[in-house]
């Protein structure tokens, strides 16, 4: 079953006020609420999801049982705090929870490989968000692949999606300081390569 996105499209620029009351929507039974959500936050977890398994299909599958889900649940869930966190965790549990019913139905005795988030930024990205010379961006580049992979996805959620210490920490499952530590241990390890 998917969900199906009607009335307008809406911008993916909307307001945290907007996000919030469409939440407050879902919550009250608004089917119309789900599907703006839907259509605002497609992209940015499509994004987030893709980082962690690059696999299309996959992704576009996990992004409708979160959806599903939430409006299976919606007469027992809260309001959220921060609802673009809520949804990037829920996002990651459900990538997690399939990632490893593959690996039971295949009998693989391997654990999850971080290195799927080994690519979360593309060298156009980095010139345009640094706005660096050629010799910047190779030395970006170089200080990009020295970072750990919990690094890289804490980085990404901080400056890419704009999420609190808070929001990080929720959404990979570890603690705040920690949070801050892989964010200022990256960024430290950057400034030795960015000269």
């Not at 009998?107 to 979360?120: A, L």
Request: glycine share 4%; hydrophobic share 35%; net charge positive.
């Amino acid at each position: 079953m998917f969900i199906q996105i009607s009335g307008q499209n809406k911008s993916t620029d909307e307001s945290i006020n907007d996000i919030d009351k469409l939440w407050k929507g879902i919550r009250e039974g608004r089917s119309e609420s789900l599907s703006g959500l839907f259509c605002i936050s497609y992209s940015w977890l499509f994004n987030y999801g893709f980082k962690i398994v690059p696999k299309e299909d996959f992704i576009k599958d996990t992004i409708q049982e979160l959806f599903l889900n939430v409006w299976k649940r919606r007469d027992g869930i809260n309001k959220a705090i921060s609802v673009k966190s809520y949804l990037f965790s829920s996002l990651r549990r459900i990538i997690m929870r399939r990632l490893q019913k593959q690996r039971n139905r295949t009998q693989r005795n391997h654990s999850y490989d971080e290195n799927h988030f080994k690519e979360i930024y593309n060298i156009e990205e980095v010139i345009i968000h640094f706005e660096t010379s050629k010799e910047k961006k190779e030395q970006l580049k170089l200080a990009m692949e020295s970072l750990s992979e919990r690094q890289k996805e804490a980085i990404y959620l901080k400056f890419y999606n704009g999420l609190s210490n808070n929001e990080i920490a929720e959404v990979m499952g570890i603690n705040k300081q920690s949070v801050y530590n892989h964010v200022s241990k990256a960024i430290a390890e950057m400034q030795d390569y960015v000269t």
